[in-house]
């Protein structure tokens, strides 16, 4: 296991993925979260795992208090990479039909047209996507998953790269739905993008009217996206590294505090989420600090905590803490993660 470990990171770039090809994605990566930072600023973190999400065929959920940024961040990254992006502003009334499409008969052709709804693009923004009714937001399930919209019985693909940007208010707010499991079990990462800090404020107020998605310049295009989504699936993790993902999710099951843990799906989103954010810090392979850097965003949001647990304050994000101190971190002999040889 060691010797795996030490040979991965020290000795041989992966297959297919020459350093200039990481040299070049970690620059891009750089130009894409400046781009977005113009606008939304003071959160580079939050910017950093957003382009996470968007290179692993991730989606994003923010949560957080109205008025801090969220559709920015969105609407952001969409103006960023030139992509067809549209919003959906999710409502009680809003039906499943107003997301996907819908069927119309055309009687000039006498024949059935689709007729596709907002989710047919390349960056899909659902605000406040839990004040729609579950049956609205189970519309997204599929397309989520599977990138194609089932109408009818027939498939209709969506546009490629494919993000969802989900923005909710906290579900303790008056008029609020709890997302399903299976639902939040579809986004790669949950996000916070919090209060800004008192400079930043400041700022924000000083430029507020300059500052907006409309005024960004567009730093890459759809299919330049479409590369460095391929080149993230050629990122190599070393077998030690699976098995520290695999083990990270079978603490959160047996957590005393959990009554359901992190699925094999949220595994597989830990391991391509590190994939896509060791080339955003220049490197064609992944450290254990790429996952544990991942655990609380990609883990938390998936975790079912019991009502005890609940009733005693404990948090996702507390026992995702707890499953990363229990377990061992897969390291080469006589060295700390990351260290040089």
Same mark, same amino acid.
């Given at each position: 296991?060691?010797?795996?470990?030490?040979?991965?990171?020290?000795? *041989?770039?992966?297959?297919?993925?020459?350093?200039?090809?990481?040299?070049?994605? %970690?620059?891009?990566?750089?130009?894409?979260?400046?781009?977005?930072?113009?606008? /939304?600023?003071?959160?580079?973190? /939050?910017?950093?795992?957003?382009?996470?999400?968007?290179?692993?065929?991730?989606?994003i959920l923010l949560e957080d208090v109205p008025g801090v940024g969220k559709t920015t961040l969105a609407r952001s990254i969409a103006a960023t990479i030139r992509g067809q992006w549209r919003r959906i502003q999710f409502t009680p009334d809003l039906l499943p039909s107003d997301?996907?499409?819908?069927?119309?008969?055309?009687?000039?052709?006498?024949?059935?047209?689709? *007729?596709?709804?907002p989710v047919f693009a390349n960056v899909v923004i659902a605000?406040?996507?839990?004040?729609?009714?579950?049956k609205t937001q189970s519309a997204l399930l599929e397309?989520?998953?599977?990138?194609?919209?089932?109408?009818?019985?027939?498939?209709?693909?969506?546009?490629?790269?494919?993000l969802v940007v989900a923005?909710?208010?906290?579900?303790?707010?008056?008029?609020?739905y709890r997302l399903p499991e299976a639902q939040l079990d579809r986004f790669l990462v949950k996000l916070s993008v919090g209060y800004p800090s008192e400079a930043v404020e400041i700022e924000v107020l000083r430029g507020a009217t300059m500052r907006s998605p409309e005024a960004l310049e567009a730093i890459a295009d759809t299919n330049t996206i479409?590369?460095?989504? %391929?080149?993230?699936q050629r /990122? *190599?993790?070393?077998?030690?590294? $699976?098995? $520290?993902?695999?083990?990270?999710?079978?603490?959160?099951?047996? *957590?005393?505090?959990v009554r359901i843990g992190v699925s094999p799906r949220g595994v597989i989103a830990l391991t391509r989420? %590190?994939? %896509? $954010?060791?080339?955003?810090e220049g490197r064609g392979f992944v450290l254990p600090e790429d996952i544990k850097t991942l655990l609380e965003p990609v883990f938390a949001h998936r975790l079912m905590l019991t009502s005890d647990a609940q009733l005693r304050g404990v948090t996702a994000a507390d026992v995702v803490r707890d499953a990363a101190q229990a377990v061992p971190v897969p390291l080469p002999a006589g060295h700390q993660a990351g260290s040089p040889s």
């Open positions: 296991m060691t010797a795996t470990v030490n040979h991965v990171n020290h000795q *041989h770039a992966p297959e297919g993925l020459t350093p200039q090809h990481v040299q070049w994605f %970690a620059q891009l990566a750089a130009r894409l979260a400046d781009n977005i930072g113009s606008v /939304v600023l003071g959160k580079p973190e /939050v910017v950093r795992l957003a382009l996470t999400a968007l290179f692993a065929q991730g989606h997301v996907s499409g819908v069927t119309i008969f055309n009687q000039a052709t006498r024949g059935f047209e689709f *007729h596709p709804g605000d406040e996507i839990n004040r729609a009714s579950p397309v989520m998953e599977e990138r194609t919209v089932t109408i009818d019985g027939t498939r209709h693909p969506v546009p490629r790269p494919f923005t909710q208010n906290p579900v303790e707010m008056d008029g609020t479409g590369q460095m989504v %391929a080149m993230a /990122v *190599h993790i070393a077998e030690p590294l $699976y098995a $520290y993902a695999v083990r990270l999710a079978a603490a959160t099951r047996k *957590h005393t505090h989420a %590190a994939c %896509a $954010y060791a080339l955003i």
